[in-house]
T-cell receptor, first 115, second 114 residues
Framework: NAGVMQNPRHLVRRRGQEARLRCSPM?????VYWYRQLPEEGLKFMVY????????ESGMPKERFSAEFPKEGPSILRIQQVVRGDSAAYFC?????????????FGSGTQLSVL | GENVEQHPSTLSVQEGDSAVIKCTYS??????FPWYKQELGKRPQLIID?????GEKKDQRIAVTLNKTAKHFSLHITETQPEDSAVYFC?????????????FGTGTKLQVIP
């Protein structure tokens, strides 16, 4: 049973370009969470999705950031017109359906560097 | 919303000594408290968790304690080893059922000196 898969592992973008980060949850998991981690800082919640639904996007910046989790395929975190401040590690986590879904399984993260 | 505070931000101990990391939370509805370990350049991984109906839980060299009245919980690592060096995150989550969001503390960088 493969774990949470994130790609790419490293992503370099120039200012103004778009960044697309992908996350495939563990098999059988239907909940996906995205977290951002700045150097020497903690994990900041961004968004929580279930299949085809955004449940909580309270941690997402209002502009340039969007997320989706389609019926088929991975969850995508999209950052438009990236700026240097977007440079960070972006972690995806998944959890199984049901009442005890608080245990998070993290992917290896995508390190985004904006030049 | 929930607010989790974690102390200290950095901690250095000699190999073999104990390490204690403390967290407080604000939302009395929280009743699940996991701890994650993140080694340098790696993903966070769950190492131990505790629910509010338990005051203490132990797993070999690590233990967690919970004081629900004071809204405090702590991670204790005994007989520390160099491989315990990592960043540790505490977290809090409300009761299971329905939507719940895990809120993380800011992390403690533990260095075990051989």
């Amino acid at each position: 049973n493969a774990g949470v898969m994130q790609n790419p592992r490293h992503l370099v973008r120039r200012r103004g370009q778009e960044a697309r980060l992908r996350c495939s949850p563990m098999k059988g998991h239907s909940h996906v969470y995205w977290y951002r981690q700045l150097p020497e800082e903690g994990l900041k919640f961004m968004v929580y999705l279930q299949k085809e639904n955004i449940i909580d996007e309270s941690g997402m910046p209002k502009e340039r950031f969007s997320a989706e989790f389609p019926k088929e395929g991975p969850s995508i975190l999209r950052i438009q017109q990236v700026v240097r401040g977007d440079s960070a590690a972006y972690f995806c986590a998944s959890s199984p359906p049901g009442g005890t879904n608080e245990k998070l399984f993290f992917g290896s993260g995508t390190q985004l560097s904006v030049l | 919303g929930e607010n989790v505070e974690q102390h200290p931000s950095t901690l250095s101990v000699q190999e073999g000594d104990s390490a204690v990391i403390k967290c407080t939370y604000s939302d009395s509805a929280s009743n699940y408290f996991p701890w994650y370990k993140q080694e340098l350049g790696k993903r966070p991984q769950l190492i131990i968790d505790i629910r509010s109906n338990v005051g203490e839980k132990k797993d070999q060299r690590i233990a967690v304690t919970l004081n629900k009245t004071a809204k405090h919980f702590s991670l204790h690592i005994t007989e520390t080893q160099p491989e315990d060096s990592a960043v540790y995150f505490c977290a809090a989550s409300p009761a299971p059922g329905g939507y719940q969001k895990v809120t993380f503390g800011t992390g403690t960088k533990l260095q075990v000196i051989p």
